[in-house]
């Protein structure tokens, strides 16, 4: 019925031509329904088709006036709203304004400060001590000197009326979690490749956006056009002050002959700048505190003829940046090895000469061509410990060939490689 009911009050309020569907256009066979309504307009035809009959009724039209007068309505109503909207935000922001000035004066007490917690009337449980002389121990409360607001009171003794205008307390400390047990973030933040490759991407795009912007503002001029040989056509084209094409395509071979030789010289500029960096870092001291401990080792080797073994100490040495020397006596004869770095270096040098270098392979002489057999040699560890820069001045690696034992301490006398050389005679 509540369904009847509302598509009768539907009906009744239908504005506008809102005539039904005629029954005979419903069917599907449109012979049916010609060879029924005589090839007739069914709804100027008095034909109903049985026992439907049109209910004449007049329609019901729009007054003039009608919707505008809606509409301003509703505007009317959507203004009302936003003007209370505005008035109760202005109202919120005089009255925080107000609040404010009255914590700045000293009548309402700073929330950010945890003055809150002072305010007058009963107190927290969590009194601090610098609260205490304020709060009655007995009930509670602040004493009553202090919940008096009547400022126009004037008294010679300032104990017994004090003001809490002047009063301030610290802001109260909040223990979120223990240090001690709390996660400690990366000093350092590694980036995986594709994220380096986002950040050029970025980069380079910030960069070429901040030159068109400036072109664009007119602050630099703007770039010549590339002209290739491949475009050429195309530009000599649109190009109608181009008189000459052969000398415009001379011109145009000039330009790319150009622009290659000056690609070329940044390329070098930026290997040579690369080039000249490394030699300044490898220049400079690797440790500059003196007094800083140095691991410190000294081997003892039979031969070092091997030149694929004293390429590889040479080149470690240096990459590891150790302090110290490779000493041999004759191109056959015995020597040392004084390496001094830190931790992480020494442990990597140590393993190198202990366990990785091969001191008894044999190996073919480029010169002679001969085979030669180093079966016997080795090479041993006989002196491990901590020593400075200052007690052992060591300058960078270096590897010498010294006629006789004398030379070699002697090299090593500036250092204060006396003990060095004892332990290599042993």
Not at 48 to 63: I, N
Not at 179 to 198: D, F, G, M, Q
Not at 240 to 252: K, S
Not at 381 to 387: E, F, K, P, S
């Amino acid at each position: 019925m509540a369904g009847a009911h509302k598509r009768k009050n539907e009906k009744a309020e239908a504005r506008g031509l809102q005539t039904e569907l005629h029954p005979a256009l419903r069917s599907a066979n449109l012979t049916l329904v010609k060879e029924q309504q005589h090839r007739a307009n069914p709804y100027l035809s008095n034909d109903r088709g049985g026992a439907y009959s049109k209910k004449p009724r007049l329609s019901r039209f729009f007054q003039p006036g009608e919707v505008i007068a809606q509409a301003n309505k509703e505007r009317r109503v959507q203004r009302d709203a936003e003007r209370q909207l505005v008035l109760a935000k202005e109202e919120e922001r005089q009255a925080s304004e107000a609040r404010k000035e009255e914590i700045a004066k000293g009548n309402l007490p700073d929330e950010a400060l945890g003055e809150d917690r002072l305010a007058l009337g009963v107190l927290t449980d969590d009194v601090e001590w610098w609260d205490a002389a304020y709060v009655d121990k007995e009930s509670g409360q602040l004493l009553p000197k202090y919940t008096s607001n009547d400022d126009d009171v004037e008294s010679d003794d300032e104990d017994e009326t004090p003001s809490l205008h002047y009063v301030h307390h610290p802001a109260p400390i909040s223990y979120s979690q223990d240090s001690a047990s709390s996660p400690k973030l990366p000093t350092r933040t590694y980036l995986t490749a594709s994220e380096h490759k986002r950040l050029r991407r970025q980069r380079r795009k910030l960069a070429r956006e901040t030159v068109e912007t400036r072109i664009k503002l007119g602050l630099d001029p703007k770039p010549a056009p590339k002209v290739k040989l491949s475009n050429m056509m195309s530009v000599l084209e649109n190009d109608a002050n181009i008189t000459d094409p052969t000398a415009y395509e001379r011109d145009v071979r000039a330009q790319v002959a150009g622009r290659r030789q000056l690609h070329e010289q940044q390329n070098l500029d930026r290997h040579n700048e690369a080039v000249q960096r490394r030699r300044d870092k490898a220049q400079e001291p690797v440790h500059k505190d003196s007094k800083a401990s140095l691991h410190c080792s000294v081997y003892r080797f039979r031969s070092l003829r091997n030149p694929q073994i004293r390429y590889k100490l040479n080149t470690n040495a240096r990459q590891l940046r150790l302090h110290g020397c490779c000493l041999r006596v004759g191109e056959d004869g015995p020597g040392l090895i004084v390496a001094a770095g830190d931790k992480k270096s020494s442990r990597f040098f140590d393993r190198l000469v202990t366990q990785r270098l091969r001191w008894g392979e044999t190996f073919e002489d480029k010169d002679s061509g001969a085979t030669v057999d180093m079966s016997g040699n080795a090479c041993e560890r006989v002196w491990q410990g901590l020593t400075t820069l200052e007690q052992h001045p060591l300058t960078r690696w270096f590897m010498r060939r010294c006629d006789s034992s004398e030379e070699m301490q002697s090299v090593l006398s500036p250092f204060n490689g006396d003990a060095f050389y004892q332990s290599y005679r042993g």
